[in-house]
């Protein structure tokens, strides 16, 4: 009667606390491909299993040489984020939270999660991909090391996911958004994939964003920055035209629009943009030095316009 009485007074168990809404009980990704790592390379096998699942197959071996460090008997997180970039995936970080984690796994994402295995003083890293949880059985499902199917109590799975700080990355493909996007936190992803030099799936990935929140002056500046750069320029000049009417990123589209319109032969064009996103900054802006190089560059260019085929507005 005691064990009931103490039984009934229970509250919600970690995962059931932390579940999404509207998901049944039990999630399993099980076409997530798996590779069995070899020693002390957890991370290569993790990785091309995060990228499998992600459409971009890779065998471990091959990501060896991008991501292992013999003298650390290990991989560190920059190398494989920036190897999983070079694939043309975007790379998104969880938030330090098993809620974000758990609406990853709800909307269809493996998370490649790192855990000490170990002790804060003596810490032993380990990579594994998360592919599934148990509400009911409070448990965690992984692609850990030589096992395919690892079970692990879900607090014993916070507990050593804690002690490596949280860590978790997704690796979406363009145009696919991840659960409940924080959207400076994608948006910047995209921009790394963006520097990258994958023009064309970086694009993808701000268009997703705005078929989302067509509200997103970031996602609008960067997909025009990536028009710009692919020589699409009278597509990008529209997006600027439109970002310009969104105060928090007026100046850098109107002087991204100027440099675009010098480069098209089109001089008043272009000082007339640069006018307006000097006006735009107002004293003191962040963007004061990138304004006089443009101004600068308007200034050696002469005054006619050679050959503009645009007209004035």
């Not at 290990?74 to 995936?89: C, F, H, N, Y």
Request: hydrophobic share 45%; proline share 8%; aromatic share 6%.
């Amino acid at each position: 009667m005691a064990a009931a009485a103490l039984a009934g007074c229970a509250g919600p168990t970690l995962l059931q606390d932390q579940w999404p809404a509207a998901t049944l009980p039990r999630i399993e990704l099980t076409a997530t491909p798996f590779y069995p790592q070899t020693d002390y390379q957890c991370g290569p096998a993790a990785l091309a299993t995060l990228l499998g699942a992600a459409g971009q197959p890779v065998a471990p071996d091959a990501l060896v040489g991008e991501v292992y460090v013999p003298a650390r008997k290990g991989s560190l997180q920059p190398e494989m984020i920036a190897a999983a970039r070079q694939r043309g995936v975007v790379v998104y970080p969880l938030r330090p939270e098993l809620a974000d984690l758990l609406a990853q796994l709800a909307g269809g994402h493996p998370v490649l999660v790192l855990q000490n295995l170990g002790l804060n003083r003596l810490p032993v890293w380990h990579y594994a991909v998360v592919i599934g949880a148990d509400e009911d059985a409070e448990t965690i499902l992984l692609r850990s090391g030589t096992e395919r199917r690892r079970v692990e109590a879900s607090d014993d799975f916070l507990r050593r996911w804690s002690l490596a700080g949280y860590w978790g990355i997704v690796a979406l493909v363009p145009g696919e958004l991840p659960a409940n996007p924080h959207w400076p936190t994608y948006l910047s992803a995209v921009a790394d994939l963006e520097a990258a030099g994958a023009l064309e799936p970086a694009g993808r990935a701000y268009a997703a964003a705005l078929s989302r929140d067509p509200q997103l002056g970031a996602a609008r500046l960067g997909l025009a920055n990536v028009r710009y750069a692919s020589g699409r320029l009278d597509e990008a000049a529209g997006l600027y035209e439109s970002v310009a009417m969104d105060p928090g990123y007026a100046t850098a589209a109107l002087n991204n629009l100027a440099n675009l319109r010098a480069d098209q032969g089109c001089l008043s064009q272009a000082r007339a943009a640069l006018d307006r996103a000097q006006a735009a900054a107002g004293p003191g802006s962040a963007f004061t030095a990138a304004l006089a190089s443009t101004g600068a560059r308007l200034a050696e260019a002469g005054e006619t316009d050679p050959g503009c085929a645009v007209a004035d507005p």
